[in-house]
């Protein structure tokens, strides 16, 4: 059975601060990795796709790391924001569908 | 560019009842997925659909169905509404086999049972 897990559930840091959230995935046959971003009563955005192929992908202050081998995945955000603010889920990609870990709800203290 | 619509935005029904949410996909994208997200948890699978057809489905029963139309818009129906089925409903689009594709979200149907 797929399973994505993310820790940690909740993270709380000052504005400014360099942080990693974490995903780790027990599929070693995943396609890709997405990372989205999900505002309160919102839909998801996509912030980032890492193909099984690559090793990482960036995105302006934020970069994703796959480690298949180890069935990992990491979102390195650099100088947080406020608005950096939300719930981030990682998921693992199958032939149709996402398996998604139930994120991590990122709070940025001005 | 259009995104992906859903609507209706929120939705109260009642136990027993039935219900359609309705999706439309990002201009050009052809394949529509459906996912159910309870309060503080991941989106869950439900079904994919392509070229009119269900391609894969997740682990709900028959109560929930859908339909794909030749624009590629789609359908979530479900009946005999339960309590249980209180959640953030989701669609999202991409473009042909999903495994290659980033999928792209609507905002999501929020449905009450009472």
């Known amino acids: 059975k797929q399973e994505v897990t993310q820790i940690p559930a909740a993270l709380s840091v000052p504005e400014g601060e360099n942080l990693v959230l974490n995903c780790s995935f027990t599929?070693?046959?995943?396609?890709?990795l997405q990372w989205f971003r999900q505002d309160p009563g919102k839909g998801l955005t996509s912030l980032l796709l890492?193909?099984?192929?690559?090793r990482e992908q960036t995105s302006g202050r934020l970069n994703a790391s796959l480690d298949k081998s180890s069935g990992r995945s990491t979102l390195y955000i650099a100088a947080s924001q406020p608005g950096d603010s939300a719930t981030y889920l990682c998921?693992?990609?199958?032939?149709?569908?996402?398996?998604f870990g139930k994120g991590t709800k990122l709070t940025v203290n001005p | 560019d259009a995104g992906v619509t859903q609507s209706p935005t929120h939705l109260i029904k009642t136990r027993g009842q039935q219900v359609t949410l309705r999706c439309s996909p990002k201009?050009?994208?052809?394949?529509v997925s459906w996912y159910q997200q309870a309060l503080g948890q991941g989106p869950q699978f439900i079904f994919q659909?392509?070229?009119?057809?269900?391609?894969q489905r997740g682990n709900f029963p028959d109560r929930f169905s859908g339909h794909q139309f030749p624009n590629y818009s789609s359908e979530l129906n479900v009946n005999a509404l339960l309590l249980g089925d209180s959640a953030l409903y989701l669609c999202?689009?991409?473009?042909?086999?999903?495994?290659?594709?980033?999928?792209?979200f609507g905002d999501g149907t929020r449905l009450s049972i009472l």
């Open positions: 659909y392509y070229e009119e057809e269900e391609r």
């Open positions: 599929d070693s046959a995943i396609y890709n």
């Open positions: 999202a689009s991409s473009l042909g086999q999903t495994s290659y594709q980033p999928q792209h």
């Open positions: 201009s050009g994208h052809d394949t």
């Open positions: 998921a693992e990609g199958g032939s149709e569908k996402l398996v």
């Open positions: 890492i193909q099984s192929s690559q």
